[in-house]
């Protein structure tokens, strides 16, 4: 138990520092962008896809038309449609191979990544960088998982940040559209 304890404070210290560091701006250009896409498709692959399916279930109970690509009940894209590419590298081949393809039909991009100048960064039409892990914080048991260098500990890092994240976005999302939890609620799963 008293690991599980420690990696609470590890991964909550690191989200304050991340989280200090994302730009509003970028914040806000997302925002904006979901509000105004007629359809709003969510890629990702590995921990990023298992967050991502997260921000698509909770806009889709915000009344948004939310899908995660590859479900086989996924909708086509179209010009006025948005794609959330999610990748801690940026360089995740499905994630960028199919970006491309979404790019190619017309659909606006937001790239969701730890890695500012990336494949996925430059296929983008906004990029939110979003930091996995901070400098500053000594992981003396999530370090059991690898270190900076190793894909499992960044990607469990950057699976946190993001969930954290857009649960913030939501949030903004549910204020902006004054939306009730009443109303929330009603869309949400009832048949679990």
Known sequence: MQRTKIIF???AENLVLCMEKLDEMQVEKVIDKILKAKKIFVLG????GLI???LAMKLSQLGFSSYVIGEVVTPSLGEADLLVSISQSGETLTVVTLTRKAKNLGVEVVAITSSANSSLSELADTTLFVPDKSESVHFSVLSLLG???HK???G????MNIFVLFYGIVCE???RTSKSPEE???RHANIE
């Open 9 to 11: 404070r590890e991964v």
């Open 45 to 48: 692959a590995g921990h990023s």
């Open 52 to 54: 991502g399916k997260i």
């Open 147 to 149: 270190d900076k260098k």
């Open 152 to 154: 499992n500990m960044s």
């Open 156 to 159: 469990a890092l950057f699976g």
């Open 173 to 175: 999302l549910v204020a």
């Open 184 to 186: 929330i609620d009603l």
